[in-house]
């Protein structure tokens, strides 16, 4: 006859609980304390860093699009320019340069960005231009442009 | 009308302004003959503008727009600086008088400025086999010392040549992807581990001439 109620009793919960530790650990030995070492301190942290870390991938993105629009402000207001009229400007010259090139040159090629900066001055002034005539766009007809 | 004194007034059309608006020395005589005190419109004849009435207005602040006006520089000027930029551009171009060339290329659904010798990683897996040479055909943008060529939005194939050997073909560091809600037994983890390629770009050619 066996006895199975004491051995029932003794449950074996695994035998790598050391190296699952140990896991979970080698993500918080740069953090600072007791939570470097210690599991149950450490498990919370590192949960936290995790949680972090993934919202910030998406963050990140944003922060860098903010970065680059500030600097091409910045390299714009030089030249005259606010940043929607340049871009818009550029857009309208079918010049598709992205804000992270556009930011790059502003820091690294001023010649280049300066030519930019100047060819929407210019496209901007041909809108005007196009505008500002006492002219209807085509197809539209009004009382003021026939008594003319 | 009679006796004429000098008094200087801007003749305008009735609307406030408008393009085609002329300023005129007009002499008036403040009494005249028909026993009227005070200013008179002047009468044009029909023989000079049948359809345009005048009428006499001291220069207010709605006789100009408040907007500057656009002057365009002269078409021929034009011309004829844009022909002189480009043949010092070809000039630059067939004496290989630039030095570094920079270019900014599009590739795997990113914008890259890019020179020789530079090392770029990118994000995507791509069909060709660790030390295949590549040509980039996207080029938007191209700049040397003192001259850039920008495409509108790409530049022509045979005008610029874009070249890069793949180099590594790898995986990210594994990222943990964790979502957790405090309190409530909800997580979910999951390592992501996306290919890379790593490209060294050999050279940037641009063709003889322009056009």
């Known amino acids: 006859m066996v006895l199975l109620s004491l051995a029932l009793l003794m449950r074996n919960r695994g035998p790598d609980r050391y190296w699952k530790h140990q896991e979970l650990l080698k993500h918080a030995r740069h953090f600072r304390g007791r939570k470097n070492r210690c599991y149950s301190l450490a498990i919370r942290t590192v949960r936290r860093a995790w949680r972090y870390a993934t919202i910030g991938r998406h963050l990140k993105k944003r922060d860098m699009r903010q970065l680059w629009i500030t600097r091409i402000a910045a390299g714009a207001g030089e030249h005259g320019l606010k940043y929607s009229q340049f871009i818009t400007s550029l857009l309208k010259c079918q010049v598709d340069l992205n804000r992270k090139v556009l930011a790059d040159l502003a820091i690294t090629e001023p010649k280049t960005f ?7 001055e210019r496209r901007r002034q041909e809108g005007f231009h196009a505008l500002l005539n006492d002219k209807e766009p085509p197809g539209i007809f009004s009382r003021i442009v026939q008594q003319r | 009308m009679g006796a004429i004194d000098a008094l200087l007034v801007q003749v305008v059309y009735i609307r406030p302004w408008s393009t085609q608006e002329r300023s005129v020395r007009v002499h008036l005589s403040p009494l005249l003959k028909d026993g009227h005190g005070g200013v ?8 000079v503008a049948s359809t345009i009435r005048y009428r006499y207005a001291a220069i207010t602040s709605l006789t100009q727009p408040p907007w500057k006006k656009v ?16 043949q010092q551009a070809n000039t630059m171009i067939s004496e290989r008088d630039y030095g570094r060339l920079f270019a900014v290329v599009q590739f795997a659904a990113r914008q890259w400025k890019v020179t020789a010798e530079d090392l770029i990683l990118i994000e995507a897996p791509l069909q060709a086999e660790c030390g295949d040479r590549i040509c980039m055909e996207k080029v938007l943008l191209v700049g040397g010392g003192n001259f850039t060529l920008l495409g509108r939005p790409l530049l022509k194939k045979d005008l610029v040549r874009v070249e890069a050997t793949i180099i590594e073909k790898t995986e990210t560091w594994p990222k943990i992807s964790f979502h957790y809600k405090a309190r409530k037994r909800e997580q979910r983890k999951h390592v992501i581990a996306t290919p890379q390629t790593v490209l060294r770009i050999n050279s940037i050619d641009i063709a003889p001439t322009l056009r």
Not at chain 1, 114 to 120: E, N, T, V, W, Y
Not at chain 2, 40 to 47: D, V
Not at chain 2, 75 to 82: A, F, M, S
């Open chain 2, 40 to 47: 008179q419109p002047a009468r044009i004849g029909r023989a």
């Open chain 2, 71 to 86: 002057i365009l520089p002269n078409p021929e000027e034009e011309i004829l600086h844009h022909k002189e930029v480009i």
């Open chain 1, 114 to 120: 300066k030519c930019l900066a100047a060819l929407a």
